[in-house]
C-alpha cells in the first residue's frame, strides 16, 4: 500500500475530530479510498469519514484495514507543513508516514489489534433536514452550553429553533431566511457535550447539515471538497421523562 496526499489537511483535521470520540480506529484503504467509522466508548455516538480516491495524488492499494492509535497518528499528522505532502505506506506490523516539503522526514507508527467490534455508519430516517451557516450554529451551541447540559432542536411554523434550560436558558431562532428548512414540526434534545465536539468540524466549512426526528438520532454532516465526515448522536432523554 502506498498513498500520496498533497493536501494532508484533509486527513488532519479529520483525524483531529475523530479523536475527539475515540482513540483507537481502523483505517480502510481500498478501491474507494481511504475511509473509517467507529462509535464511542459510552456508545452515544458514532463518527463515519470518508476521503475518495480521487483526493490522492498516488493511490497504490488492495483492501488493507490498518489499527491506528489516534493520539500517536494526530501528532505525527500535525507536523505537515502548509505545502508538505504526506505518503502513507504499509510495512511490516507498521505505517511508515513520510512529510515532504523542502526535506523529507520519515515516521513510523506501530500498527495495533483493536479488539472493539467493527461497526458501519446506520442507514437511518429523518423527517427533518436543516442546512444552517456553521458560524450560526457554533454560536447557538455555545449559548446553549452557557446554560445546561443538552439542548432542543425543534422545527415549529418553519422556523429552526435550538433551545437549552437549565436554572437559566438560552433560545436561538433561525427563520427560512437564514436557513433551508425542510420538514415537519418536532422536537429532539441532544447532549451539548457531544455536540460541542461536533462544531469543531462545522469550522472547516461554510455550512453544515442536520437531520433529525422527534426523539430520533441526529445526523450531523460536514462535507468538504474531497472529505465527508458524519456524526451520529444517540438522543438525550432525562430521567424525568
Known sequence: ?????????????????????????RLKVNEFGLSISAIDPAKVAMVGYKLPKSAFSEFVSENETLGIN???????????????SLILEKTEGSL???????????????????????????????????????LDLISAIEDATVVSESCAFEIKDGKFIIEAKGINSARTEFPNESAEIKGEDCIAKYSLEYLQK??????????????FAKDHPLKFSVKAEHMEIDFILAPRVDQDE
Do not use: H, W
Not at 498513498?3 to 480506529?25: D, F, M, Q, T, W
Not at 489516534?70 to 508538505?84: E, N, P, V, Y
Not at 461536533?198 to 437531520?211: A, D, R
Open 1 to 25: 500500500m502506498r498513498v500520496k496526499l498533497e493536501n494532508p489537511a484533509l486527513l488532519s483535521k479529520a483525524i483531529e475530530l475523530i479523536s475527539e470520540l475515540v482513540l483507537e480506529v
Open 96 to 134: 511508515k508516514i513520510i512529510i515532504q516539503d523542502k526535506i523529507k522526514r520519515d515516521f513510523t507508527l506501530a500498527l495495533i489489534e483493536i479488539e472493539a467490534e467493527d461497526k458501519e455508519m446506520p442507514v437511518l430516517e429523518f423527517s427533518n433536514k436543516v442546512v444552517v451557516e456553521s
Open 198 to 211: 461536533f462544531i469543531k468540524g462545522s469550522k472547516l466549512i461554510e455550512y453544515t447539515t442536520l437531520e
Open 70 to 84: 489516534l493520539d500517536d497518528f494526530k501528532k505525527i499528522l500535525k507536523r505537515c507543513g502548509a505545502k508538505s
